[in-house]
Nanobody, 117 residues
Framework: QVQLVESGGGLVQPGGSLRLSCAASGIIFSNYAMGWYRQAPGKQRELVAVITSGDTTNYADSVKGRFTISRDNAKNTVYLQMSSLKPEDTAVYYC???????????WGQGTQVTVSS
């Protein structure tokens, strides 16, 4: 059974930092592209950042220079370091694992990030 378990969300003031973690089980982690998505109230889910199995990264324009995605294949974990947080970063953040060649896509349950003073 595949599980993606996010942690690290919470309440932070504007300008602050948070690090999200997503621990995966039930998959060969190193074979998967891992991503972070977010969904704000009343909005569609959007891609925040992705890291491929070859460690290539890609970011939404809105987070470039502020967020960093990384992975530790030994720990089956992907991270999202978020800095200079803004109120508009407030959303539920979801971890995603994808292996396109087999059309395998998995999601975590989400973790709330709230940026407010």
């Amino acid at each position: 059974q595949v599980q993606l378990v996010e942690s690290g969300g919470g309440l932070v003031q504007p300008g602050g930092s948070l690090r999200l973690s997503c621990a995966a089980s039930g998959i060969i982690f190193s074979n998967y592209a891992m991503g972070w998505y977010r969904q704000a109230p009343g909005k569609q889910r959007e891609l925040v950042a992705v890291i491929t199995s070859g460690d290539t990264t890609n970011y939404a324009d809105s987070v470039k220079g502020r967020f960093t995605i990384s992975r530790d294949n030994a720990k089956n974990t992907v991270y999202l370091q978020m800095s200079s947080l803004k109120p508009e970063d407030t959303a539920v953040y979801y971890c995603n694992a994808e292996r396109r060649i087999f059309h395998y896509v998995y999601w975590g349950q989400g973790t709330q990030v709230t940026v407010s003073s």
